[in-house]
């Protein structure tokens, strides 16, 4: 029997490296014959586990942490028949059925199916189901013909794993918060947040046509990372107000469209820019949209946040200025990307070279036993993409 490690959450702040279970292609008590046991290729550190780490989630100490898999096939259920041992594939963070209502009509972020206490599921993540994570050597993934996006040719991909990798999170969550705030050819758009997902949004941005992609961030070294492919950027920690300082680049103080990749834990701007104010994105967001225009939301909240700085917020409840996206006519689309809708025409565009995602991102690539070294960098603010490699197979 192989040996398996995987990236265990301790406590808030705490990470490490366990001995854990070889995954079984089971299912509680039932033999999981639709599933695939897969060996991790490439497995990455997300903004979401880090809501996590840092206490701010009801995850259970213990949890093996990672829903950002790309793996090699090597056992599959006696009912996969589409998927084949020896298949490289990319795995979306949402787990689903692909029987249920909602996976019928692609919002496969909202499978009925594979979580008990709410819609939609993800690997290694707190109240989605309680299914163990990727941060693993090896995982077991559920529904395989369904799920798995197989890449076209192995060796081809393996020299952009990278990239690949990015299509089970980042890169379709992104292109899913850009897509949703109608960003279209000659938009000028406002990206709140320049971690991975608001970098992989503002290169899905220019992906998409838009004529001006401003980035808005507290960390210098993120803003220089969104400025390195094209965006015009915006440091928070001015006390010149956000509109003002939207109009200094575009003329206007106001953008056709807005994407939220911070979420929940969002800090003030200006001279706030240190105290915690949840709802300080969308708030801006509406500011500075024009009537008519939309508002993408992929940035996590959540229904319950222990770390909260109020009674309301522990709940989930901002104080969102509602009235005034109503009279402007704001749309506004939240929810997790349905990965699914997006991941095969987005490894179209790397694998034809339309896109250099992970170079926008900034990934770096680290070994398993790195990972929770990785972790405090990310919570520091590194300007990079961690990219956990268990096996060593990922090219230098």
């Known amino acids: 029997m192989c040996q398996n490690h995987g990236v265990a959450y301790i406590k808030p ?8 279970e070889y995954p079984k292609l089971a299912l509680g008590d039932r033999k999981c014959h639709h599933g695939v046991i897969l060996q991790i290729v490439s497995t990455n550190i997300c903004g979401s586990d880090q809501h996590m780490v840092r206490g701010r989630t009801t995850a259970p100490a213990g949890l093996i942490l990672g829903h950002e898999i790309t793996g090699l096939v090597i056992e599959a259920g006696r009912d996969v028949e589409f998927i084949k041992e020896g298949d490289l594939v990319s795995v979306p963070f949402n787990i689903a059925c692909g029987r249920c209502r909602n996976c019928k009509v692609g919002q496969t972020g909202i499978c009925l199916n594979v979580n008990p206490s709410r819609p939609g599921a993800a690997y290694g993540y707190v109240d989605m189901g309680g299914w163990v994570g990727g941060q693993a050597e090896y995982v ?20 952009k794993i990278r990239d690949l990798t990015l299509l089970s999170d980042i890169f379709p969550t992104g292109y899913h918060g850009a897509v949703t705030a109608g960003v279209g050819p000659g938009s000028i758009v406002y990206v709140a947040g320049a971690g991975p997902v608001g970098l992989a949004c503002a290169a899905s941005c220019h992906l998409l046509g838009a004529a001006v992609v401003i980035v808005g961030d507290m960390i210098p070294e993120r803003l220089e990372q969104a400025k390195s492919f094209g965006c015009e950027v915006i440091d928070l920690r001015k006390e010149t107000p956000l509109a003002d300082q939207i109009a200094e680049i575009i003329g206007v103080p106001e953008v056709d469209c807005a994407v939220d990749c911070v979420g929940f834990e969002a800090r003030g701007h200006g001279a706030s820019a240190g105290t915690e104010q949840p709802a300080t994105v969308l708030n801006a967001a509406m500011t500075i949209t024009r009537a008519g225009g939309a508002i993408g939301i992929p940035g996590l909240y959540v229904t319950g946040d222990p770390g909260a700085s109020s009674e309301a917020a522990k709940e989930g409840n901002l104080s969102i200025r509602i009235g005034l996206g109503w009279a402007k006519s704001h749309s506004f689309y939240t929810g997790q990307c349905p990965v699914m809708k997006y991941h095969r025409q987005l490894m179209n565009t790397i694998l034809y070279d339309k896109i250099q995602i992970a170079k926008a991102v900034n990934v770096e690539v680290i070994s398993l036993d790195r990972a929770p070294k990785g972790y405090q960098d990310f919570d520091k603010g590194a300007a990079k993409k961690f990219v956990i490699d268990p096996h060593g197979l990922i090219p230098n």
């Open 13 to 20: 702040g705490v990470v490490e490296v366990q001995s854990i």
């Open 140 to 159: 077991m993934v559920p529904y395989a013909d369904f799920n798995l996006l197989k890449f076209p040719d192995k060796d081809q991909a393996m020299a």
